[in-house]
């Protein structure tokens, strides 16, 4: 069964680096998404992703994040200037539709900033 | 704005019993999707059932079903024949249709099955 696959499953950064997290999709998949969950609280909505533009992102979504679709497989989130607070898991996940056709998840990236 | 409650922040069940798992959402919207994930000690998000609210029918997938009072905008999770696989977190979540693609977490059940 087709999966979404992030890399890497864990990722220690310093505080005021850039990192970017990537992401493959499921392969016919139009609509992704960013969340993240940080460590004993629930998931939460990042952005969406639609036809190579944001389609909406959250409050958490500032200017130090951003998103891109460099080709036709990858899907990227990057933090310009991790903060102590960005520590979290991140998910990705795809869609085939719109309208919330079930999401489907990666296996997450466990970001650790010191 | 849409909110999900998931009012029991543990529960633990016997190998073979049956639990249920609560939650309730809030919404304006007259057409969505409800959904169950699961999390593992591994932290992956996996999709246990989904239902679309203008179904009637309760989904079933296999030994998970739910049960979904859409006027009462409940939405639980029945487990049968539980097995220790099943010890997870367990999210539920709303997914809209008016436009906004985004899934709203409630903050998870912790199940714990037994042997």
């Known amino acids: 069964e087709p999966e979404v696959t992030q890399t890497p499953s864990h990722q220690v950064t310093q505080m005021g680096q850039e990192v970017i997290l990537r992401c493959v999709p499921i392969?016919?998949?139009?609509?992704f998404y960013w969340y993240r969950q940080i460590l004993g609280q629930k998931v939460e909505f990042l952005v969406s992703f639609y036809n190579n533009e944001i389609s909406e992102k959250s409050e958490i979504f500032d200017d130090q994040f951003s998103v891109e679709r460099p080709d036709g497989s990858n899907f990227t989130l990057k933090i310009r200037s991790t903060k102590l607070e960005d520590s979290a898991m991140y998910f990705c996940?795809?869609?085939?539709?719109?309208?919330?056709?079930?999401?489907?998840f990666g296996d997450g990236t466990r970001l650790s900033i010191l | 704005a849409q909110t999900v409650t998931q009012s029991q922040p543990e529960m633990s069940v016997q190998e073979a019993e049956t639990v249920t798992l609560s939650c309730t959402y809030d919404?304006?919207?007259?057409?969505?999707?409800l959904f169950w994930y699961k999390q593992p000690p591994s932290r992956q998000m996996i999709l246990v059932i989904r239902q679309e609210a203008y179904k009637q029918q309760n989904a079933t997938e296999n030994r998970f079903s739910v049960n979904f009072q859409k006027a009462a905008k409940s939405f639980s999770l029945k487990i049968s024949d539980s097995q220790l696989g099943d010890t997870a977190m367990y999210f539920c979540?709303?997914?809209?249709?008016?436009?906004?693609?985004?899934?709203?977490f409630g903050k998870g059940t912790k199940l714990t099955v037994n042997p």
């Open positions: 996940a795809s869609s085939a539709y719109r309208g919330n056709q079930p999401q489907h």
């Open positions: 919404t304006s919207e007259n057409n969505y999707y």
């Open positions: 392969s016919n998949h139009l609509y």
């Open positions: 979540a709303f997914g809209g249709q008016g436009g906004s693609e985004k899934l709203v």
